[in-house]
């Protein structure tokens, strides 16, 4: 015994393919006109109106196929629309494929009758062949010690984006990531100088990829020189003053093993001077200075300086 199982699909092509194979051919019957846009839009005007109302099988065929039944068993190539619909005065239906320059089949059979009629679409659209424009509006954000946040407006086709630094607004930028969106966070930002960001919309074909974008810039905030010198129960903590600080903060921790904590935190970047008090006599302290700014609402700290030990008086 044959056993068949039939999607929705499969059906109504088994159906049309009965209709279209017992439907006479006649190009004069039916008085159909067409008219195809590049958005993939067919409409079909009928003027027999005795057709209306009635079932009507719609089948479009490719440029390159003659519309045999064959073609129309012929798979996913051949057939770039198929369906079962009331005939009326006027349909409209969207092909699966973008439009091609070529002649199409539009066959419909309706009431015994098969037509079958050539057209092609009135206009291409634009070839996807054109060089993607450079990203703009590309920013660069420092969010902490050596991390700098980029962003850039996104890019229509693009489906990468390749991000390049340097410490130099014109030369010497190297590949240092890509992202996938829009945005990329740069976890080796260089301290104490201004980086230079510069951002590539990625194309399928490389060759189109767009040139770099103009460059963005942040001041990162560079490492202080500190010194410390002991006192009774205090500590003297001075350091170098760090270009674009809006202060400072001085960290302390007990002995080698403890945890730095901040001690005081100095307002104003040409303050390079703080005095540590009620420490304990006679014990060992790390100690080590950041400068910070602001960015927005948020505090920014920059990279610290080297440890110092010192034991108090």
Not at 28 to 38: F, Q, V
Not at 94 to 99: E, V
Not at 210 to 234: Q, R, T, Y
């Amino acid at each position: 015994m044959l056993k068949s199982v039939f999607t929705k699909a499969a059906m109504l092509m088994a159906c049309m393919c009965m209709m279209l194979l017992l439907a006479n051919t006649s190009k004069a019957a039916g008085n159909i006109t067409i008219s195809a846009n590049a958005d993939r839009t067919v409409t079909v005007g009928i003027g027999d109106s005795s057709w209306y109302g009635k079932e009507m099988s719609v089948v479009c065929y490719a440029p390159g196929y003659a519309g045999a039944t064959n073609d129309l068993q012929g798979g996913k190539s051949s057939v770039v629309y198929l369906d079962q619909v009331k005939a009326a005065s006027s349909i409209s239906f969207k092909i699966s494929t973008t439009p091609v320059s070529g002649t199409y089949k539009l066959v419909l059979g309706c009431a015994g009758v098969k037509v079958e009629e050539n057209f092609s679409f009135t206009s291409q659209p634009a070839s996807v062949d054109t060089k993607l424009a450079a990203p703009a509006k590309v920013k660069a954000v420092q969010t902490a010690a050596t991390k700098v946040k980029i962003t850039w407006n996104k890019v229509t086709q693009a489906v990468s984006y390749d991000i390049y630094r340097s410490t130099s607004a014109k030369k010497n930028f190297k590949k240092i990531g890509s992202s996938k969106t829009n945005s990329y966070n740069d976890k080796k930002a260089v301290a104490g100088k201004t980086n230079y960001y510069k951002v590539v919309a990625v194309h399928n074909n490389t060759a189109l990829s767009s040139d770099k974008s103009s460059a963005a810039k942040v001041a990162v905030l560079g490492a202080p020189k500190a010194a410390a010198k002991a006192a009774k129960k205090s500590v003297k903590v001075s350091w170098k003053k760090i270009s674009g600080a809006a202060g400072y903060k001085v960290y302390t921790a007990v002995g080698k093993k403890g945890k730095f904590k901040v001690s005081a935190t100095i307002k104003g970047k040409a303050k390079t001077k703080a005095t540590i008090k009620k420490l304990k006599s006679k014990k060992l302290y790390r100690i080590k200075v950041a400068a910070y700014k602001k960015s927005g609402k948020k505090t920014v700290i920059g990279k610290a300086s080297k440890v110092i030990q010192v034991k108090v008086k």
